[in-house]
């Protein structure tokens, strides 16, 4: 059974930083590309950052500059780096491989920045 498990969240002032983890168990995690994404209600679910089995990673122009994915296979982890946090960053934050299996979709964890 897949299980994906957010943690690290919370409130934050604008210019603050959190650094989001997600633990991982029943893939085979370092031969997954691996994802973070958001979603606030109502709104379609953004894909914020990925991390390819081999470390390459990429972002979300809204993110770029301030956001760094990182991971450790040896912890089945996955990382989300936040800097320079902005009132507009404020959501519910996933993980999930990537491409995201629709299987996998955990609770996530609740980001809120303060301005």
């Known amino acids: 059974q897949v299980q994906l498990v957010e943690s690290g969240g919370g409130l934050v002032q604008a210019g603050g930083s959190l650094r989001l983890s997600c633990a991982a168990s029943g893939i085979n995690f370092r031969y997954n590309a691996m994802g973070w994404y958001r979603q606030a209600p109502g709104n379609q679910r953004e894909l914020v950052a990925t991390i390819t089995s081999g470390g390459r990673t990429n972002y979300a122009i809204s993110v770029k500059g301030r956001f760094t994915i990182s991971r450790d296979n040896a912890k089945n982890t996955v990382y989300l780096q936040m800097d320079s946090l902005k009132p507009e960053d404020t959501t519910v934050y996933y993980c999930?491989?990537?491409?995201?299996?629709?299987?996998?979709w955990g609770q996530g964890t609740q980001v809120t920045v303060s301005s």
């Open positions: 999930n491989t990537f491409p995201g299996n629709p299987a996998y």
